[in-house]
Nanobody
């Protein structure tokens, strides 16, 4: 089993910044991709950003140029630096990790952290 624990959410004014962290722990063999999704009230969960174990990144168009994803493989931790935040960024942010064991790749999810951006 792998556990993901997120931190760093909160309330910020529009134009401000927040940094989310997500640390994986447990019986880790190898973590491939990591990343973030978000879900706003009344909306479907949507991808925000992802990063491979080699450091290749991808972003949703809505956050390009404002958000930066990074990871520390030694710490099994992924980060999301969020700048120039907008009210429409308000959502619960969930991290994920694709864990590769001997015979399978399985997705694990964090519990979610609330990000609220006031106008």
């Amino acid at each position: 089993q792998v556990q993901l624990v997120e931190s760093g959410g909160g309330l910020v004014q529009a134009g401000g910044s927040l940094r989310l962290s997500c640390a994986a722990s447990g019986n880790i063999v190898r973590i491939n991709d990591m990343g973030w999704y978000r879900q706003a009230p009344g909306k479907q969960r949507e991808v925000v950003a992802g990063i491979t174990s080699g450091g290749s990144t991808n972003y949703a168009d809505s956050v390009k140029g404002r958000f930066t994803i990074s990871r520390d493989n030694a710490k099994n931790t992924v980060y999301l630096q969020m700048n120039s935040l907008k009210p429409e960024d308000t959502a619960v942010y969930y991290c994920y990790a694709h864990h590769a064991a001997m015979y399978e790749v399985r997705a694990y999810w964090g519990q979610g952290t609330q990000v609220t951006v006031s106008s």
